[in-house]
């Protein structure tokens, strides 16, 4: 039924309406309801939309704008957008037929709005006056509309018109209807000239939303925005507008969503009110604190690109930025760009970087439009899509080049470059802007704004004075020795005291030596933090990784963008007119700060503070203490001994308020009152948190200065991270630096600075993030109490205000460590408990015939019992199992029990292991999954139905053979043990067996990418399960990802991209080689996980579509009935089978020096003679085949007698 056909209908929404003004006929009207559209609307939708606990959902979304070149409005304008969404309709998200979401941002449709107003008895030439505007909301209850009315009239906007019922549940999908908000629609007047309509436009806005329940969907003197949550070709069946014949644009934008949350809502479907966007903005976390602290309203529960929608719109509004400023301040140019630049840009992206910087990191293709600018860009590593074309009429920018029909080009479509931003601008029509262009416009905004700038470009170069800094007052550390005291003793007491592990040092150790992390093999096998007899609160907190949304980046190949760059120091405003003093530091990492009594001098590693780019701490002090009137803020990470810790805490983030409102600049965080005084301890990491929240809950005070950290218990790269990410802004681990000068190699201290700094660029990369400014709260905790996290800001699992972590615990460690400063006896560090080195002897028992399973499950089950390191080991069956009788039927699918050997490449195993899991799976009718290394060419199609092939993202040995020969395709977006990472197999692990299965050359480094580069989107990825069930269209296509929060959500995207498996694999998976950072400190347990993608799964409606399997330490039949509780199908075994077949647990499969021929292609004594393994032992295939045989015939019937 078209618009003309409709009948109308007429609400008065005022009883006593507005007489006219006789002076003008638009200074006054009656506030009337227009027309409605659309005869009827149930009562039904009326009601509120879902909410959903579900946090937003990460997404890739196809995206497109047209603009006719002569900026006259047409409705083929409209008709391109809603074609090209059309067009792209399969890369958007779809759940039973119903789409995640579709928009557009357009004109205000002026013809229609003058019909509207002349049927309603108004001038219509109203439309045409520069304080026409119009305002779209969302609203839950229908009183909201006289509150929104009244909201605008106190901010001098004049409503001529209200349409509501101007929309049609019928054309939405069940879910739609359901969730489906009131539609509002307002014809205003906005107070007269162009900045003040605007600024009362903005206001009124902040205040709906703080008022009431509604949602601005756009409300502006320029455009429109519609969008539902359904599909794009609903949209003009929903809204009346859009079908209507006088619907004409001069530009629109287009967007599909897809989201990994089926819970979408209508307030979270794009385009917003200014900006649309194609990807994520991982740094969200950073971006939101930033925006707080310039005092810029966000989004209530906003997603990431709806809460840069608000920054822009801030940006513009109330700091009174151009579109182009405020895109380049949030999306600024990387370091290395910047240094190509001429001396004025240098100078202006300097100050731009400081007053906000890189804090909108991510896969970006952005669309913004402010009035009668359009601005089109791609984030700084290129890893979204955005092309430009041009047809004889418009310019085009989309995500795919198929936007519009490819007749209609009259150029070749070009991509927009990584980090370039082009613009269009109406003078007269729609004018391209290049990026030069845009630039030179930047430019010219900050030049005549009066921003100070000049010679800015001089941080660009960092490093430290060459000289000591004259300061009213130096630092004065620590105190003289006890004169019983050796420094080295001392030194030692404050490792054991300060939570150091012999693996700290260990890797201390190594970093000292050569300039690397180490690289450690299997898996974690020791206690969760919680579980463990002592922690810090860094060794409780996880970090978060890149999943499937959001990829991890390549640091090797994409070097050039990543920054460990921070500033230290008050930050300029975005406008600022002032030249605020501010430093920059190439790490975060300072040197210096040793106490008195270790003899050592700062000033002896000034010279290597200024070769790295850093500064030592001491002249950071004296730098900002030039005015002895406005002192440092100095915090102690201690307490008296009567003092609870949060009250301790209270008092430090008091004081650094305090001191920073009256001008301090810098905020220091130290430990030397309890090494030298005696004091209650205090975990530096939690004055951190303290002093960061009490500066960021008052506007702008975190801007005004810097927050460091001076601490000995600073003991490893996670430390360091922990740090960082609750609000530290540079880092000066003394003990640890102490380690290394104490080696008297002249290059230890660099070369623990450089691996470090490696460091921490990896877990950045991990994240997707390239610059360190944009590293925020992505960590999460397991086992900390509720209170404390909330104190902290982080999420936390599986612990209440009366276990795990709690303040009461923290208090009896801040005893115990004072205590432990103070004795005189030796310290002694204590190894952290291990499980498999005290249980894999009994598990090869059994799988040799030696003894029953029953013995093995013993020593697990005692081991597990008191030394729990898992989660699962806390829980138990309510029904003792020695009261089951007779046997389950353990089937699963088309196998004989629900368990698996997870995947494990040739390559990484040596050939008879390798073959040997394969056939023996086959003669147990068990799944087998091979890792990403190719298959020997005998074994291609032996076993396809116990036979799974994995792709990763090296892609060795992946061809369409390869993929036909199994009925299992696993697609490995990461694994537990090292999340957001790659592979690398030694040359020498590749011989010519292993180079002819994986496609290369024998003798060379064979690395897989951290990412799989054909992967950067939930839309990449349904293509890929697409492709793979093209080519062989009988396979069951799993998606294997790391635990990390929000995995629910994550798992449903993956099942709506059309896999039938979702594979969980948990932070203490095996590895044949990762970083020993990664093998602890990286992803969640997978209980956490199955259960979270269990229940959303559930919730979607998708749990029957798809399964969930899972690995990560498992180790018996017990662990597999407990997974299989928590709502997994199967559970995989890696480490186990290892064992069973004689692997010893000595943890160097990444040397190639197996001495059991497991992990190595050495395959006889003499070949590994010549290699210089002096004790080797090869394996023989038969034997093998049978204790594997043997051990998970067992396993599986233990399994069958648990589950009865």
Sequence with gaps: MGPASRARTSVSCSESPIPRSSGSRFSGGAVRSAPS?????????????????????????????????????????????????AALAHRSGVVDGEGDGAGVLTDIPRALWAQELDHAGHDESAVELERFAVGHFFHEDPGDVATIVAILGRRGIETLLVRAETTDEAALGPRGRTEAPLFLQLALLAPRGAALGSRALYEAGVDIERATTATVVSLSRHTA???????????????????????????AFGHNRYATNTSTSFTRVQPFPVFAHNGEINTISRLREEARALGLPLSRDGSDSQDVDAAIRALVIRHGLTAVESIELLFPPIVNEMKRMTAELQDAYVQGRAAIGPLAQGPAGILVRVGDTCVFGVDALGLRPLWHVETEDEHVFASERGFVPLE???????????????????????????????????????????????????????????????????????????EMDDVSVRRERQFAALGFEPDDLKMAAFMIETGNEPIGSLGYDGPLAALAPRANLADHLHETVAVVTNPAIDREREIEHFSTRVLLGPRPAPQAHDSRR?????????????????????????????????????????????????????????????????DALARLGAAAARGVRAGAQLVVVRDQGVLSEGRAWLDPHL?????????????????????????????????????????????????????????????????????????IEKVMSTLGVHELRGYGRQVSAVGLAPEVARFIGLETFCATDESGLTWDRIAEEGFARASMLRERRDARLEPAFRIWPRAWKSALAVANGEAPYATYAEKLRELETLHPVSLRHLVDFTRPLDEAEGAADTSAGEHAGPFYISSMSFGSQGETAYRAYAEAMARLDLLCINGEGGELPDLIGRYPHNRGQQIASGRFGVSALLANSSNYLEIKIGQGAKPGEGGHLPARKVSKKVALARNAQPGIDLISPSNNHDIYSIEDLAQVVHELKTVNPRARVSVKVPVVPDIGVIAVGIAKAGADIVTLSGYDGGTGAARQHALRRAGLPVEIGVAQAHRALVASGLRDVV??????????????????????????????????????????????????????????????????????????????????????????????????
């Design 37 to 85: 559209r659309f005869r009827d609307r149930s009562a039904s939708a009326i009601r509120s939309r879902c909410s959903s606990r579900l946090r937003s959902a990460p997404k890739h979304d196809p995206e497109g704008a047209v603009a006719r070149k002569d900026a006259r409005p047409t409705r083929a304008v409209l008709e391109l957008v809603l074609g090209g969404m």
């Design 582 to 646: 501010w430093i920059e530091l190439a790490t975060p990492l300072l040197l210096g700060g040793h106490p008195a009594w270790t003899g050592l001098r700062g000033d002896d590693f000034r010279a290597l503070a200024r070769q790295k780019g850093t500064w030592l701490i001491d002249d950071v002090i004296a730098r900002f203490t030039t005015d002895a009137r406005i002192p440092p803020v100095f915090l102690e990470a201690d307490r008296d001994w009567e003092e609870h810790p949060r």
């Design 225 to 251: 925005v519609y969008k539902l949550r359904g599909a794009g070709h609903q949209l003009t069946s929903y809204f009346a507008d859009l079908a209507d014949p006088l619907f004409a644009t001069s530009v």
């Design 687 to 759: 004055v951190i948190a303290a002093a960061h929240r009490a500066l960021v809950a008052q506007p702008s005070l975190r801007r005004d200065c810097a927050l460091v950290v001076s601490a000995g218990s600073i003991r490893n790269l996670h430390d360091v991270m922990v740090a960082l990410a609750l609000g530290a802004d540079a880092v000066n681990p003394y003990l640890l630096l102490e380690y290394a000068i104490a080696t008297a190699d002249p290059d230890a201290l660099g070369n623990l600075l450089e691996a470090l700094r490696k460091g």
């Design 408 to 482: 209609r080009y009259v150029s070749d479509p070009v991509p927009l470059a990584p980090g370039e931003r082009v613009a269009l601008r109406r003078d007269r029509g729609w004018r391209l802007l290049d990026q030069g262009a845009v630039r030179e416009r930047f430019l010219t905004a900050r030049r005549l704004r009066g921003v100070a700038m000049s010679g800015l470009r001089s941080h660009l170069a960092c490093g430290g004075p060459a000289e000591p800094i004259a300061a009213a007052k130096r630092w004065e550390i620590g105190t003289p020795p006890d």
């Design 1107 to 1204: 399964e969930i399997w899972c690995d990560g330490g498992m180790k018996s039949a017990l662990d597999v009935a407990k997974m299989l509780c928590l709502g997994a199908d199967r559970v995989g075994f890696g480490t186990l089978a290892m064992v069973a077949i004689g692997c010893t647990i000595c943890r160097g499969c990444q040397l190639d020096t197996c001495h059991v021929g497991i992990a190595t292609q050495l395959e006889s004594v003499a070949e590994a003679t010549d290699r210089g393994v002096k004790r080797f032992e090869p394996r023989e295939f038969e034997r093998a085949v049978e204790n594997l045989s043997r051990f998970f015939s067992a396993l599986r019937a233990e399994l069958a007698r648990i589950a009865a």
